[in-house]
């Protein structure tokens, strides 16, 4: 085996050390951005439950649908049609099934 090989210890399957190097620092920023969008993601969904708490105790609806429609259309329009189905998600995690 030659120096320049990474074993398969390394678990970044590159071929050249400096290879893996890179790719362990970017798995490293990935895992960091991937915890920020879970915190993210369980503050909006406390926000948007207690959103959907208040509207309800002053005698509003449950729903709201044209700001459902509005952050389906602001999720479709940055990441195309995938988006619709990260906004479904995350509408989901805030409110519950319908």
């Known amino acids: ?13 590159a071929g050249e050390v400096l290879a893996a190097h890179e790719i362990k620092a970017m798995r490293e920023r990935i895992d960091e951005i991937d915890q920020a969008i879970i915190d993210l993601w369980l503050e909006r969904a406390r926000l948007s439950q207690q959103v959907g708490r208040t509207r309800m105790a002053s005698g509003g609806t449950r729903l709201v649908l044209s700001r459902e429609q509005a952050i389906f259309e602001r999720f479709r329009s940055a990441l195309g049609a995938d988006g619709i189905q990260v906004a479904q998600m995350i509408l989901r995690a805030g409110r519950g099934p319908l």
Do not use: H, I, R
């Not at 030659?2 to 970044?12: C, G, I, M, R």
């Open 1 to 13: 085996m030659s120096a320049d090989v990474v074993p398969d210890t390394e678990n970044t399957g």
